[in-house]
Structure formats: structure tokens, C-alpha cells
């Protein structure tokens, strides 16, 4: 198994750009997923396969990848993107979440 | 729409066994096409990934925590189960059971969730 690393928070004001950042070596080699969880809810996916957007998420998520770092980004950020967003990705033996980071809308 | 619903009790005794339930609807787990799993989540921590079933009955879990986890299927009632044996006070998290998409390059992401369920270990 293996760590996923992200940063424990990140701060933006709104209308700004957020990016959090997760990273490993198997992302070299393995997609990363994103959740978005606002408190008291369960996790939503927001970002599938480094860079899909599911249906019914707004067009300011996007993901991108380079090497071992895949990025979540949250252009013209809003205040209710205020949340704890997770990266998960996978090997053969299952599933890995990263720790969190909390994102402020200041 | 796909929707998932755990239950159990949320209070369990010390080296006890843990034991919940994810009743789903919407989908049907015989179908053969998704992995279904259980995550957890201790208050104010992040997520932590126990393990998924097949609906073969076929499992995978948490290297961490294989030697105490149990998951099984019950198809006739698309439902399925997790145990977690000789709980402790580390246990006490929110359960969250999950519908494992698994598209065409064997990619594997949780599109669905349960609203969570506590539980507490607890004298």
C-alpha cells in the first residue's frame, strides 16, 4: 500500500482560484479521484480519473495530472466550495485516501 | 437513482464484534457490474477505506485491517454486510457503505455513498 499526500488546508478568496495538490509515486501510474464533503454529509465525487468531471458538477471543478502529482482545481472559487476535499486512488490490493484538505473561502 | 442506506447499532462494547448492514436500491447488486464497499471516517479525521465485496462474495480489504474485518452478500435481499471484530475505542468512526464504479479500464472510483452511520465503542 502506499500514502497519498495533500496539504491540510488551503485559503482563497471568493471569485479566486483554489488548487490542492495530491501526491504519491503510484500516480505516476494510477488515476486519482476527488471528493468534495461538506460538513455533516458524505463525500461527493467531484473529479473521476484525474481529469473527468461527473454529470451535475459545476464546470469550475477540473483535474489534471503530471507525473506524481495530480491537481484538483476550483476556478472562480464560491462560498459553498468551502469543504474538506480527498483524493483517492488505487492498486491491486484496493483503495487509498489522502488525508484531507479543508478548503477556506475567505 | 442509485441509493444506499446503512444500519446497525451505534453503540458497541469493547472487544465486541461490530456489525452493519447497507440495504441497496436502485441497482442491484447481482448484476454483477459494480464492487461495493465500506469506508469509515473517526470524527474530525479523514477517510479510511475497509474493504469492498463482490456480489460472487468475493472480497478485498484494508491490509490494516484484514485480520478483524468480515464483509459478506446477501443478493436475495441486495444487501450487504460488514463485521469488525475485538472493537476498540479506535473503531469509533462514521460507516459509510459505497457503490464501486468500475468503468471499462478497470478504473475504480465510489459514485455513491450512504448518508453514514455512527458508531461508537463504548463500555
Known amino acids: 500500500s502506499y500514502e497519498l499526500t495533500q496539504p491540510p488546508s488551503v485559503s482563497v478568496s471568493p471569485g479566486q482560484t483554489a488548487r490542492i495538490t495530491c501526491s504519491a509515486d503510484a500516480l505516476a501510474k494510477q488515476y486519482a479521484h476527488w471528493y468534495q464533503q461538506k460538513p455533516g454529509q458524505a463525500p461527493v465525487l467531484v473529479i473521476c480519473?484525474?481529469?473527468e468531471r461527473p454529470s451535475g458538477i459545476p464546470e469550475r471543478f477540473s483535474g489534471s495530472s503530471s507525473g506524481t502529482i495530480v491537481t484538483l482545481t476550483i476556478s472562480g472559487v464560491q462560498a459553498e466550495d468551502e469543504a474538506d476535499y480527498y483524493c483517492q486512488s488505487s492498486d491491486t490490493s484496493g483503495h487509498v485516501f489522502g488525508g484531507g484538505t479543508k478548503l477556506t473561502v475567505l | 437513482q442509485v441509493q444506499l442506506h446503512e444500519s446497525g447499532p451505534g453503540l458497541v462494547k469493547p472487544s465486541q464484534t461490530l456489525s452493519l448492514t447497507c440495504t441497496v436500491s436502485g441497482d442491484s447488486i447481482s448484476s454483477g457490474t459494480h464492487y461495493w464497499s465500506w469506508i469509515r471516517q473517526p470524527a474530525g479525521k479523514g477517510l479510511e477505506w475497509i474493504g469492498r465485496i463482490y456480489e460472487g462474495g468475493s472480497t478485498n480489504y484494508n491490509p490494516s485491517l484484514m485480520s478483524r474485518v468480515t464483509m459478506s452478500v446477501d443478493t436475495s435481499k441486495n444487501r450487504f454486510s460488514l463485521e469488525v471484530s475485538s472493537v476498540t475505542a479506535a473503531d469509533t468512526a462514521l460507516y459509510y457503505c459505497?457503490?464501486?464504479?468500475?468503468?471499462?479500464?478497470?478504473?475504480?472510483?465510489?459514485?455513491?455513498w450512504g448518508q453514514g452511520i455512527l458508531v461508537t465503542v463504548s463500555p
Open positions: 480519473k484525474d481529469s
Open positions: 459505497a457503490r464501486e464504479t468500475m468503468d471499462i479500464a478497470l478504473v475504480h472510483y465510489f459514485e455513491y
